[in-house]
């Protein structure tokens, strides 16, 4: 009997230490069965040597050395990390910014026109061939060309091409001309030496006739700009006729040139 006593004594106490562990997780519940705020829980750590700072719990928490890439933090889903209050302003802000960025680069990157006019014939220097009844005329031209786009251009090359009666009479080129900055003009002087001769060598009586002071042909100034930009080439044309006096040196600017189309009369 005595035990059987001491049987019973001992079964009491294991039952009053499960108790006393289950007591308090029965005391956190609710009526309905849920389960309390884990804050009303304490927080029991033990560290040793061979322990590192858990990098979830903010420094209170220690896990075992070498683990790190191992373990697996949990945390409630309640918790503030999961829902960043400003997720969405940071989208809505990258978003409009790329939509900005991208605006302003086909802005200044787009491309546009580059305009190029005629001022006039700049200076003519003549000389003839006595013998062969030729005429010899160093036609300078201006040229205005803009720049409309907002980076710089480079004219690579400028030819030019003159007729007279339909004869092509002289050709030029010219390489590496200059490069025009954003948003700017530029004035290119241009020469193309010309010959009058052979079938046309009746034009030397008229230009050496000493009755007559002025003695001024009509000429079809055929030019075309070749402008680089980024890589891409673009060619900018434009024909004119132009007065050109064949009897003597000139230097003034003659702005009597006609379109294309309208020739003089």
Do not use: W
């Not at 046309?200 to 079809?220: D, P, Q, S, W």
């Amino acid at each position: 009997m005595g035990i059987s006593v001491s049987c019973t004594s001992k079964e009491t106490t294991l039952i009053d230490k499960e108790d006393s562990l289950v007591s308090p997780v029965e005391d956190g519940m609710t009526e309905n069965g849920s389960v309390a705020d884990v804050s009303q829980f304490p927080y029991v750590e033990f560290t040793g040597r061979d322990s590192v700072t858990c990098p979830t719990c903010q420094g209170t928490g220690r896990i075992p050395r070498g683990q790190e890439n191992q373990l697996v933090a949990l945390i409630p889903y309640s918790d503030q990390r999961l829902r960043p209050r400003r997720t969405k302003l940071y989208v809505s802000a990258s978003v409009v910014l790329c939509l900005l960025l991208s605006s302003l680069a086909v802005f200044f990157l787009f491309p546009r026109s580059i305009d190029v006019s005629n001022v006039g014939v700049k200076s003519v220097y003549v000389s003839y061939d006595l013998d062969q009844h030729i005429v010899y005329l160093n036609i300078t031209n201006t040229l205005n060309i803009t720049n409309n786009n907002y980076y710089s251009v480079e004219v690579a090359n400028i030819t030019a091409q003159v007729q007279f009666a339909r004869t092509v009479i002289g050709n030029s080129r010219i390489s590496n001309v200059i490069t025009i900055n954003p948003l700017n003009m530029k004035q290119i002087d241009y020469m193309v030496p010309t010959v009058i001769g052979d079938e046309l060598n009746y034009m030397y009586e008229y230009c050496t006739l000493e009755t007559i002071k002025v003695h001024n042909i009509v000429v079809m100034t055929h030019v075309t700009i070749t402008a680089t930009y980024f890589g891409h080439s673009e060619q900018i044309s434009e024909e004119m006729y132009q007065y050109v006096d064949c009897g003597g040196n000139t230097t003034a600017i003659r702005g009597n040139t006609r379109p294309i189309g309208n020739p003089a009369e």
